[in-house]
């Protein structure tokens, strides 16, 4: 993917400032960060987002987003964080190769994440056999 952001990163094209790589992954600091210590995990295999991503790569990204939450929260001295993944234009997705956000969280960091709605009465029974019919 030529014209990637995150697989020139991956290749050393563009600088990042990087806290973790193994064969599969590579993680370093958002540029932009919404708190301190705000880290992104990528897979090197370019994907657009979660759908189009190898399934192995998945089951190896799960592993791979605890020890880095935890080396976040250890080396930041917090025990909360936000793993958070943007797929698609309309969740807020600017890069598209798939990436997790780590957040660190801290007291006071005034950070307020998706506001919540109730369903209007039975909506969620339709919302929900949608959901069961398709998987
Ligand atoms: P998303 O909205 O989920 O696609 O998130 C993309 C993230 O990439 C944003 O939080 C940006 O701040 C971050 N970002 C963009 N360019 C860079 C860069 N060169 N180095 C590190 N992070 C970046
Ligand atoms: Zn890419």
Known sequence: MDNCLFCKIIKGEIPSEKVYEDDDFIAFLDINPVTPGH???VPKQHSDNVLDTDDEILEKMAKVLKKI???VCQGLETQSFNLHQNS???SGQV???LHWHIVPRYEDDGLKIWPGKPYLEGEEKIVAEKIREAL
């Open 39 to 41: 880290t992104l995990v």
């Open 69 to 71: 939450s935890h080396a």
């Open 88 to 90: 698609g234009k309309l």
């Open 95 to 97: 890069v598209p190769h």
